[in-house]
């Protein structure tokens, strides 16, 4: 195949020549070249679509004032972005140049053909003109193949968000027997080598629910689902939190850890427990990348309208080639023989996201390997506090189960409702071993018949089964005439949104699997307390 044919490969000239004469000559003249032409035989069979289905036009210039001007400008005002149509005037020698130049302005790629036309003229602009349209197509081709690999993309990374948000909701469940189990062994005397390894199960529990939700988070993040609920706190008492979660790690490995405030009170506009997950990450980082019996030292300070944050360690530092990507998703350095790799490479990710998601930015500086690192976390300063302002929150500290609990909930009757039997009766026996009379079923369609027949005080209820969902199973329970029962939503899923939605389907409480025996102590004392009030009033549940 010639390069003619190659460049004119499915591609029409368009003539709109003076005379049919004129049209008849040039097409036979074209097609001996190997151009395939078509002729307009007036200004009625223009159209913009025609138009801009043409490889090139072919024009003379007196059709130009009879009406195709506007025509032919038109459809050039609609080319899609990669098209640029060439168009060829046809004019007399004679005709005025700045006359025909504001033509040719007006028309856009356009060349100026002087007639009488010499056959090579003619042709070799034909094909120059066909030749740059058909770079056009494939210029088009190249956008539609780029813009369908990037929907495929989109697609792909959508899918693999969603595969990480249902896979952290589906290992919480087995996680969820997992943690009653132990919260229930751990209420019973014990020997120290079953305290001990009690401890260690625990601890390896809470780490795997930590990996769990920030899979979880890096999902929420990537999709933009992550909601903050902003509040002014005080930043020493958030990095106290911070520390508090972190403690078990630091301690595990031996490690002196100083905080210092000047001035304290700092006080910044922020979601508490975000912000407290970003500095126990920072400091988890910094306990696993150091070695046994290290130091940490985290300072805070305002400094020109900002707050800032400097966590420091005298660890294994960072490597020149690994430090601009620190903060890059799965990046991780690397580790001492014999040290266990327990992470995922994504907490320093989750770190900088929900920094930029607060206005602030987060930067990380070492010396190189075996000389520590610095993570600075820098946020927008808010007002400070009113001097009368209550006293921010102490920060949370584990609460360790409690023996006397059977007193404490002697008016619940329990009914903890899920269809995975294996987080239902390790929930159902924690709670027999608090002392609370409780009851078992796997199923909504069970719980509202448990609920005519055992008549309980409160439920657990799972929100995710079969057949009928714990939505269901709650507004048919609040639909019944006198009964007043305490609602526990048992979910994986705990944004804002879900919580939401758990409130405005009747439930008083939403527990994420799996549940903290802290929390599970404090709405259990919640809903005995309101129970006890319902037993003096004498109303119980009707």
């Known amino acids: 195949m010639s390069d003619t044919q190659r460049a004119g490969e499915g591609l029409r000239i368009s003539l709109l020549l003076p005379t049919p004469r004129d049209t008849s000559l040039t097409a036979r003249l074209l097609a001996e070249a190997g151009i395939a032409t078509q002729a307009w035989t007036g200004v009625q069979d223009l159209d913009v679509p025609g138009v801009l289905a043409s490889g090139a036009v072919m024009v003379g210039e007196e059709w130009l004032a009879m009406g195709a001007l506007e025509i032919l400008q038109e459809a050039i005002s609609r080319q899609p972005s990669w098209s640029d149509l060439p168009i060829l005037v046809v004019a007399h020698g004679e005709v005025q140049s700045d006359h025909i130049g504001g033509l040719l302005q007006r028309l856009g790629n356009a060349t ?19 030749r740059a349209r058909a770079r056009q197509y494939q210029i088009r081709a190249q956008l539609e193949a780029l813009e369908s690999a990037g929907r495929e993309l989109a697609t792909a990374a959508r899918r693999k968000d969603e595969f990480i948000a249902m896979l952290g909701h589906e290992l919480r469940n087995p996680l969820a027997p997992i943690r009653n189990a132990l919260n229930m062994l751990r209420l019973e005397e014990r020997s120290a080598t079953e305290h001990q390894l009690l ?38 008492d958030v990095v106290a939190s911070a520390m508090e979660l972190s403690r078990p790690l630091i301690e595990s490995a031996g490690h002196c850890i100083r905080l210092d405030a000047h001035p304290p009170g700092v006080v910044i506009e922020a979601d508490r427990v975000r912000m407290a997950q970003v500095f126990s990450n ?3 980082n910094a306990a696993k990348y150091s070695q046994a019996n290290g130091s940490i030292h985290v300072g805070i300070r305002a400094e020109g309208g900002e707050a800032v944050v400097d966590v420091t360690d005298q660890g294994m530092g960072i490597a020149a080639d690994v430090l601009p990507y620190v903060f890059d998703m799965f990046v991780q350095g690397s580790h001492d023989a014999g040290q266990v790799n327990d992470g995922l490479g994504i907490g320093l990710s989750l770190v900088r996201r929900l920094v930029e998601l607060h206005g602030g930015s987060v930067s990380a500086r070492s010396d190189g390997a075996g000389k520590g690192s610095l993570f600075q976390v820098r946020l927008p300063l808010a007002e400070p506090l009113p001097a009368a302002a209550p006293a921010t929150a102490a920060p949370h500290a584990a609460t360790k189960p409690r023996t006397d609990a059977a007193a404490r909930f002697r008016h619940l009757r329990v009914l903890v409702v899920d269809d995975n039997r294996d987080s239902a009766e390790t929930l159902g026996l924690l709670l027999r071993t608090l002392g609370i009379d409780t009851r078992v079923v796997f199923s909504g369609e069970a719980a509202l018949a448990a609920v005519e027949s055992y008549r309980p005080t409160a439920l657990f209820l799972d929100i995710g089964m079969p057949l009928m969902d714990g939505y269901e199973v709650a507004r ?5 005439p006198g009964h007043r029962i305490g609602l526990v939503a048992l979910t994986g899923w705990s944004q804002a949104s879900d919580l939401a939605r758990t409130r405005d389907a009747g439930f008083d409480f939403h527990m994420s699997k799996p549940a903290d025996f802290a929390e599970l102590e404090r709405i259990l004392g919640v809903l005995s307390a309101a129970a006890a009030r319902a037993a003096q009033q004498g109303c119980g549940v009707a």
């Open 199 to 236: 401890d260690t199960m625990q601890r390896q529990t809470d780490h795997m629910v930590r990996l769990i939700e920030d899979l979880i988070d890096v999902a929420r993040l990537t999709r933009g689902t992550i909601e903050l609920r902003r509040e002014r706190v005080a930043l020493d």
């Open 112 to 130: 100026l053909l002087d007639r009488p036309l010499r056959i090579a003229a003619l042709t070799s602009a034909a094909l120059a003109a066909l």
């Open 282 to 284: 920072l400091l988890n």
């Open 476 to 480: 048919r329970i609040r639909a019944l």
